[in-house]
């Protein structure tokens, strides 16, 4: 149970470092102007769903892209008019994250990862760094999805274990309550979606 726990632990850090540093890198491609390429791109509502989208993928939380909207109506950069496509937009960008996360990419995490570093480490173009360290960052994250399906796999013969998740399931608001608990620890609910598909993997 030790190393389940430890498993556990060990790839969801791998996996929220991996957000961290994909996030990173797309924030250093767009600098210090997201503010207002978010105000420019938000007047048009096709425009604004899809840059939601994108911004969820930017900062890989949908609760830091929602506190970051507040903040620039506070500041009266947008009207809340504005950060209505946007937020729709976010919110669909969790749903796509998600399922790409469900793909079995994890099996090329590692290839990813050296994909990634050889590019930072070698790039002659600051771009290419930026680019490099993305691939580092999403690599982390496959490569966390596949030590916490790994971790698990022990769990799905424990008898105790399995009567827990099936009395989530029959009881929708405890599972809400749990999901909520751990999304608020993590500060992610990607993450979270992440953990969650884990367990789904391994039965």
């Known amino acids: 149970m030790f190393f389940v726990v430890m498993g556990l632990i060990g790839g969801l850090a791998l996996f929220l470092y991996g957000m961290q540093i ?13 503010k207002q390429i978010l105000s420019t791109l938000s007047k048009n509502k096709l425009i604004a769903l899809l ?9 890989q939380s949908s609760t830091a892209a929602s506190t ?40 090329y995490a590692l ?6 570093f050889g590019l930072k480490l070698l790039g002659r173009k ?8 993305i691939l580092l960052g999403v690599g982390f994250i496959f490569l966390g999805m596949k030590v916490m399906s790994e971790s698990v ?12 998740l099936t009395n989530l399931e029959h009881i929708p608001l405890l599972a809400l309550l749990v999901s909520t608990l ?13 953990l969650t598909i884990s367990l789904a993997m391994q039965g």
């Open 51 to 59: 840059t939601g989208i994108a911004l969820t993928f930017t900062i």
């Open 68 to 107: 970051l909207l507040v903040s620039l109506v506070n500041t009266g950069i947008m009207s809340i008019s504005q950060t209505l496509g946007i937020l729709l937009g976010t919110s669909i960008g969790t749903t796509l994250a998600a399922q790409i996360i469900a793909f079995k990419v994890s099996d």
């Open 182 to 194: 751990v999304t608020s620890l993590i500060q992610s609910s990607t993450a979270t979606m992440g």
């Open 111 to 116: 290839l990813i990862i050296i994909l990634g």
């Open 22 to 34: 994909t996030s990173e890198g797309l924030k250093s491609t767009f600098g210090n102007k997201l």
């Open 153 to 164: 796999s022990p769990l799905k013969d424990h008898a105790l274990f399995k009567e827990t």
């Open 126 to 133: 600051r771009k290419q760094r930026f680019i490099g360290n």
